[in-house]
């Protein structure tokens, strides 16, 4: 069974750090798209940043340059640092993976989700 | 970014109705969008996937159409398992954008 489970989530004060990982299992994440997705607390679904297959990333304005995506191949897991972390960053954090389907992309599997707080 | 919106943002309705969600991209996606139905305290889940095509395991009462600047999501005959937020979401170009989401919830 394909499956994503994420982990690190916690209660970081502001400024600080945090690295969440997601590890895959019944499918290769190297050779997938892997895309990061946050909700906010009674929010909607906003899009944090994708890795493609071949190693180009993206980031969503909100978070560049203060996040990270990246992989490890040896454990098949999809990373995300989070530096500089800021209050409006709180959230619960799927991964997902970026399906390549001919005519759209889409999310097939997700993660079910870490907490991170950010709070003094 | 392209804006996409989502109409109504909140529906009530009974068991074995049929509902339409309207999703308008603020440019054109061609058919890159997809539909999200998420439950409380779950993570979503994909429905449709390029506009109409129905993800692997989904009841056939879910059904997607539209291209380029408007979709609809339409659920024909209203189950008890289908209350829950609905999400269409772009792949067309970055950042990936959701809509805001619609409450289907119970009459």
């Known amino acids: 069974e394909e499956q994503l489970v994420e982990s690190g989530g916690d209660l970081i004060q502001p400024g600080g750090s945090l690295r969440l990982s997601c590890a895959a299992s019944?499918?290769?994440?190297?050779?997938?798209?892997m895309s990061w997705v946050r909700q906010a607390p009674g929010k909607g679904l906003e899009w944090v940043s994708v890795?493609?297959?071949?190693?180009?990333?993206y980031y969503a304005d909100s978070v560049k340059g203060r996040f990270t995506i990246s992989r490890d191949n040896s454990k098949n897991t999809l990373d995300l640092q989070m530096n500089s972390l800021r209050a409006e960053d709180t959230a619960v954090y799927y991964c997902?993976?970026?399906?390549?389907?001919?005519?759209?992309?889409?999310?097939?599997?997700w993660g079910q989700g870490t907490m991170v707080t950010v709070s003094p | 970014d392209i804006q996409m919106t989502q109409s109504p943002s909140s529906v009530s309705a009974s068991v074995g109705d049929r509902v339409t969600i309207t999703c308008r991209a603020s440019?054109?996606?061609?058919?890159?969008l997809a539909w999200y139905q998420q439950k409380p305290g779950n993570a979503p889940k994909l429905l449709i996937y390029?506009?109409?095509s129905l993800q692997s395991g989904v009841p056939s009462r879910f059904s997607g159409s539209g291209s380029e600047t408007a979709f609809t999501l339409t659920i024909s005959s209203l189950q008890p398992e289908d209350f829950a937020t609905y999400y269409c979401?772009?792949?067309?170009?970055?950042?990936?954008?959701f809509g805001q989401g619609t409450k289907l919830e119970i009459k």
């Open positions: 997902a993976r970026d399906r390549r389907y001919t005519n759209g992309p889409a999310f097939d599997i």
């Open positions: 019944g499918f290769t994440v190297s050779s997938n798209y």
């Open positions: 890795i493609f297959s071949g190693g180009n990333k």
């Open positions: 440019q054109g996606v061609r058919t890159w």
């Open positions: 390029a506009a109409s």
């Open positions: 979401q772009q792949s067309n170009s970055f950042p990936y954008t």
